[in-house]
């Protein structure tokens, strides 16, 4: 089945700095991936959909600049917190569909983000 | 918007049990229903899913219900299994996977 990798799996930064997470679709290629934030024992919130070759659409109430993304490639996305503050601190998880192949989307295995 | 519910938010049941959990959706235009596991630190994995033109679909202890007219469908897992211990999210959306909402979940406890 369609797999979708995320890396880091964890990272731990300093306040102020930025932190980019990555999300790849393999063997397959996603024309959208999606964004998602989850809080301690709560459900994942969409935090924006990455299209591929042009500008993400975000969620209301989520900084694009805050939270940049690319998707510069079919297979390849990615996620930037920038200048993060501990508030940032969450569970970035991304997910995608493989076009053709029933309507359920791969999740990753999501990066925990640590900024202290 | 579609706007999922889901109960009950937590679920303890002795192993060999049955756990049922509920959802119901606002969107009558949802024609599709996911549901996912998550364990502790990992992200969501699609355990079996259902469209509206069906009204049941099992796989091994797991099966998913479905009654369109009310707007419910139900997860039910027989003969649970400590390994089935984790946090099960449903989800709605329509035949393409636009408007694609999340239930709150349900944090599932299998005790030995």
């Known amino acids: 089945g369609a797999v979708v990798s995320q890396h880091p799996s964890w990272v731990i930064c300093k306040s102020g700095t930025s932190v980019k997470i990555e999300c790849r679709s393999l063997?397959?290629?996603?024309?959208?991936m999606f964004w998602y934030r989850q809080f301690p024992k709560q459900s994942l919130m969409l935090m924006a959909t990455?299209?591929?070759?042009?500008?993400?659409?975000?969620e209301q109430g989520v900084e694009k600049d805050k939270f940049l993304i690319n998707h510069a490639s079919l297979t390849l996305s990615t996620l930037t917190v920038t200048s993060a503050h501990p508030e940032d601190s969450s569970f970035y998880i991304c997910s995608a569909r493989e076009q053709g192949q029933g309507f359920g989307y791969t999740f990753g295995s999501g990066t925990r983000l640590t900024v202290v | 918007g579609e706007n999922v519910e889901q109960h009950p938010s937590t679920l303890s049941v002795q192993e060999g049990d049955s756990a049922v959990i509920k959802c119901t959706y606002s969107d009558s235009a949802s024609n599709y229903f996911p549901w996912y596991k998550q364990e502790l630190g990992k992200g969501p994995q699609l355990i079996i899913d259902i469209r509206s033109n069906v009204g049941e679909k099992k796989d091994q202890r797991i099966a998913v219900t479905l009654n369109k007219t009310a707007k419910h469908f139900s997860l039910h897992i027989t003969e649970t299994q400590p390994e089935d211990s984790a946090v099960y999210f449903c989800?709605?959306?329509?035949?393409?996977?636009?408007?694609?909402?999340f239930g709150p979940g349900t944090r599932l406890s299998v005790l030995p």
């Open positions: 990455s299209n591929e070759g042009s500008k993400a659409t975000y």
């Open positions: 989800a709605a959306s329509g035949n393409y996977g636009q408007n694609f909402v």
């Open positions: 063997d397959f290629q996603a024309t959208t």
